[in-house]
Each structure stands twice: as structure tokens, then as C-alpha cells.
């Protein structure tokens, strides 16, 4: 099957069109131990959607048929709260894959989840983890009173473990968020002062540090809505945005699947409905397709994409480029 894209005409973003795909991203379900301020998929503890075995056992089928795929990016809400989670690790990891978690670290400390950590490291898991700030103050007021103490609870846990140690193998990104309507600070500048506070107050080692910048849909774009922020923050992002980012925007060689297997160019567009279509503007499931029959298709872009090309861009590696910006404080915005 050939798939169409049928491309937003309300935008003046410049158009895309995918590569090669090497990373499968899978949102494993929207429930969440955490309700964050500035999260994009409104996750929560209330959240009931879940991938299920069947779309488990058809993402797993999808890489099979898909050699091009070397990194497998998990991500929710909490997706190690999903029961197959592990399964899921398992499996990829047997196929030689690169396994990314998108940890919240402090489901690390949840009931139930107490060999969550060993786990990870004895299949060698890559853990990105959100930490937004390395100051209690900041963190609390983002993911709510006492997540800062499990988080570093929780970085320590897999310190212990040998993760961001050097020579261990297990890699231990963290990842940064601004506190309100603001680009983040320049990466390599605040991953040092990152390392530095939490090193000398914590003990805490890690790997690198990634810059995000908020997007501005779901719980995040409703809280600039309510503040009156939202316009003033979609012009920022329009004027910072830089061509030289639209190489390396993550969406050119991913490709994000959703909890019922519905395809998308990202996990932001997953979250605005804007779905990979057939030439009968059915969804495409991943059941539907591979890697190799999405290759070279337009990609759906709306002004929402400005955020992954504003200042020194914004993927889920973190920045695309090297640029000026703030001063390095996790406490901007």
C-alpha cells in the first residue's frame, strides 16, 4: 500500500519530506504516575489508553519487516507502566536494536516497580530522563511536590547501577524543559552547569543533557491559552526559527506510532490528530505498512513545527545545532 500525505495548507512552515527511517517511536499508553505543567500529552495518573498485546505483537512484526529501523524509542505517559512493557524491551533488544526509555525517573520509586532499574541495565536500556531543572524549587513547581526528591532517589538508584558512568555502556541522558513560554538555554552550557550542581550537591553522574522546548499543544498550549501567552509564544518560536534546523529535524527519520498503532511524522502531531493517511484518507496502522514504504513521503507540518526549529532546534536528541542563548539556568522562563 502507498500512503498519501495530505498536507495542512494553513501554515507557512516549510515543507518536509522523510528519509531513510531509523528510529521507531511507540507511545505505549498516556498513563502516567505525574500530571507535569509542560507536558504535550496531558498524561496523567487518571489516563486509561494502553497499547495493547496485539499492537505490541504488530510493532514487533513492523521490525521485523523493517531492517532499516536500529533504535526503538519507548515513550508514554510512563511507559514502563504498560504490562508489556518488558516484553516489548526484550524482544527489540534480541534483534540487536537500540532501546531508548523515556524515564520520568520517579517511577524508578513507584510500588511494584523496585527491580525497574536492574532491568533496564541488564538489557541495556538507554535512559533519557526528564529532569527539568536542577533546582528543587523549579522541578516541584512543573511535576508537583516531592518529584524532586524521587528523581534524584532515582538517578542515583542508576548510578548504582553504572549508568552515566564512563566505560559502563548504560547511557544516562537527562532532559531539560523551560519553565514557561521561553526557548531553552544554550544545551552545551547548561549540561555543564547540569553536571557541576549535581555533582558536587548529589553525587549524580550523567551522560548529556538535552534542551527541549515546550510545544504548545495539550496541557502546555492550554496553560499559555489561559495565561494569555499563547500568540506571544507562537511569534517567539516563529522568529527564532532557522532554516539550517530543517536537516536535522527528527521527523525526517522517524516515524511515531501511537497506544491503537495509528502512524504519525511525530509524537506532536500524534497528539493534534494529524495521522499518516492512505490514498482513501484512512489512518495507516502500523500494521499497514514498513519503514521502506514510508520512505520519501511528504511530511504533515503545521505551525506547531516552528518548535523544532526555533534557535538551536529541538528533537528528541536534544538540540540540532550549537547556538547563542540564555544564560545557563535552569531557572529561565
Known sequence: MHATIHLLTNTDFPRLTRRVINTLQLNLGYRCNQSCVHCHVNAGPNRKEEMTTETIDAAIEFLAASPEIATVDLTGGAPELNRHF??????????????IDRCNLTILEEPGQEDLAAFLAAHGVEVVASMPCYLEENVEKQR?????GASIKGLRRLNALGYGRVDSGLVLNLVYNPQ?????????ALEIAYKRHLGEQYGIVFN??????????????S???????????MTTLREAH???????????SLVSVDWQGYIYDC???????????????????????TAALLEGLPIR???HCYGCTAGQGSSCGGALESATAPAPSCSNG
Open 86 to 99: 518488558r516484553r516489548l524491551v526484550i524482544a527489540a533488544r534480541a534483534r540487536g536494536l537500540r532501546v
Open 242 to 252: 532557522r532554516d539550517g534546523n530543517l536537516d536535522t529535524v527528527m521527523c525526517r
Open 267 to 289: 509524537d506532536f502531531n500524534q497528539q493534534l490528530g494529524l495521522a499518516l493517511t492512505d490514498e482513501n484518507h484512512s489512518r495507516l496502522h502500523i500494521t499497514d505498512v
Open 223 to 233: 496553560m499559555l491559552i489561559s495565561k494569555g501567552q499563547f500568540n506571544a509564544y
Open 301 to 303: 507540518v503545521a505551525d
Open 144 to 148: 508537583g511536590k516531592g518529584t524532586f
Open 208 to 221: 548529556e543533557l538535552f534542551t527541549l522546548a515546550n510545544m504548545p499543544i495539550q496541557r502546555f498550549g
Open 180 to 188: 514557561g513560554a521561553s526557548l531553552p538555554p544554550a544545551q552545551a
